[in-house]
Each structure stands twice: as C-alpha cells, then as structure tokens.
C-alpha cells in the first residue's frame, strides 16, 4: 500500500524557517517524481514545486521561488521542503504527491497533509 506521511509542520514567525518532510512507502520510492503542494483556507490547492526521482533537478512555482527548496534521500524514502523567510501568506497545509503508474494508467496519491501556520 502506497504511503505518504508528512511531519514538521507547526507555528512560526515572520521570517522564520521550517522543514518539512513526507515519509514514502509501498513503492519504489526512488523511481518516481515527487511534489509539494498547499492549500490554504478558502482556496484551491497550490502547486509548489517538484523533484526529479534521482533529485538532480527540481521546479518552483514563482511564488516561492528563491524562498524554499525541495531534495530527497532516497535512501530514506524521504523527501524534504525547506522554507524560508516565510509569510503569513505561506500559513496552509502542505501535502506531498507523487504518481504511480497502475492498470496501464497514473495514479495519484497524497499525504494527509501538514498545517504550516505563519503568525507572530
């Protein structure tokens, strides 16, 4: 069974930083892409950005471009958001994703998702 286990969210300053991370199981974690996407209060999902299955190239949204990274061990199943210089408007629950392929199709799934809330 495909698993994604976000951790790391919480409360944080103006300016501060935080580091998330999503925990893979039931696949092969190595093989596959993955993403980081939020949703804040009354609005639609937002993609962040995304990894390479080897981590060797990644892409942002523009609107956290230059604040937060994304990297992946792959000898940990694990892969890592790092925010920076963070904003009230960055307070949402992050969620990770990846797609699988299944029955000759992609399938998606996604964590339960981690609330980030931004707030002095």
């Known amino acids: 069974e495909v698993q994604l286990v976000e951790s790391g969210g919480g409360l944080v300053r103006p300016g501060g930083s935080l580091r998330l991370s999503c925990a893979a199981s039931?696949?092969?974690?190595?093989?596959?892409?993955m993403s980081w996407y939020r949703q804040a209060p009354g609005k639609k999902r937002e993609f962040i950005g995304i990894?390479?299955?080897?981590?060797?190239?990644?892409n942002y949204s523009d609107s956290v471009k230059g604040r937060f990274t994304i990297s992946r061990d792959n000898g940990k199943n694990t892969v890592y958001l790092q925010m920076a210089s963070l904003n009230p408007e960055d307070t949402a629950v992050y969620y990770c994703?990846?797609?699988?392929?299944?029955?000759?199709?992609?399938?998606?799934?996604w964590g339960q998702g981690t609330q980030v809330t931004v707030s002095s």
């Open positions: 994703y990846t797609q699988i392929p299944w029955s000759g199709d992609w399938r998606d799934y």
């Open positions: 990894i390479t299955s080897t981590g060797d190239n990644t």
């Open positions: 039931g696949f092969t974690f190595s093989s596959y892409a």
